[in-house]
């Protein structure tokens, strides 16, 4: 089992900055790639970035790429994901997650833990 805390989001203005954290508890942390995903009100919810387990290799969505980047800190059991030039329509609750064996990186279902997530609304 595993448990993942998203914090750091927050209302802020279109053009501004958010750094989003997710701390993870219960399993070696280390050893598994993370991703963040987002879900706005009405939408599936959509791969964000991943970080392989040693986070030598990162992938990001087009949409936030040259934006956004996605580290981790293995020894505080932390992955986080810095925001820059921030859109309204990036405004929705961002999710972390495990990585799984199976499934895709940019699919919801290649993930086996979430956490509750973090609202982010940035405003026009």
């Known amino acids: 089992q595993v448990q993942l805390v998203e914090s750091g989001g927050g209302l802020v203005q279109a053009g501004g900055s958010l750094r989003l954290s997710c701390a993870a508890s219960g399993r070696t942390f280390s050893n598994y790639a993370m991703g963040w995903f987002r879900q706005a009100p009405g939408k599936e919810r959509e791969f964000v970035a991943r970080i392989s387990s040693s986070g030598g290799t990162t992938i990001y969505a087009d949409s936030v790429k040259g934006r956004v980047t996605i580290s981790r800190d293995n020894a505080k059991h932390t992955v986080y994901l810095q925001m820059n030039s921030l859109k309204p329509e990036d405004t929705a609750v961002y999710y972390c997650?495990?990585?799984?064996?199976?499934?895709?990186?940019?699919?919801?279902?290649?993930?086996?833990?979430w956490g509750q997530g973090t609202q982010v609304t940035v405003s026009s």
């Open positions: 997650a495990v990585r799984g064996s199976s499934g895709t990186y940019y699919d919801p279902s290649g993930y086996n833990y």
